[in-house]
């Protein structure tokens, strides 16, 4: 998982991904257009996607198409960012159940004459 990170670490290989993910299938020309840089730094930079398996090669006849593969970044939300949200949720779950039970607690509380009045 260190070398999910260290790839995503790079803006450049962010901006790749980003790419794929609105347009996946492109080969390298036309994930090279626009990035201003050579053509070997972005295929370095995809070779490392793909290392990583961040990205994933589909060959078309001569022409290498490049996809996004989104279960290592999967892995990565719920491994880090998963038990996290876990946590919140039962937190606001106990919340709103103790707000619940107040309530109730509240409404059986009164009077009988005064619950009946309030309907």
């Given at each position: 998982m260190s070398d999910i990170f260290a790839a995503l670490a790079d803006t450049t290989r962010r901006d790749l991904l980003d790419r794929l993910f609105v347009k996946n299938g492109q080969n390298l020309s036309d994930l090279h257009r626009g990035t201003g840089m050579s053509r070997q730094a972005v295929a370095k930079h995809l070779q490392i996607l793909e290392a990583t398996?961040?990205?994933s090669v589909h060959w078309q006849g001569r022409e290498k198409?490049?996809?996004l593969n989104?279960?290592?970044l999967g892995d990565v939300v719920h491994r880090w960012v998963g038990k996290f949200e876990d946590a919140r949720i039962a937190a606001l779950t106990d919340f709103k159940q103790q707000m619940e039970n107040?309530?109730?607690s509240s409404t059986n509380s009164k009077p009988q004459?005064?619950?009946h009045a309030g309907r």
């Open positions: 398996n961040l990205v198409l490049h996809y989104p279960v290592p107040a309530s109730n004459e005064e619950r």
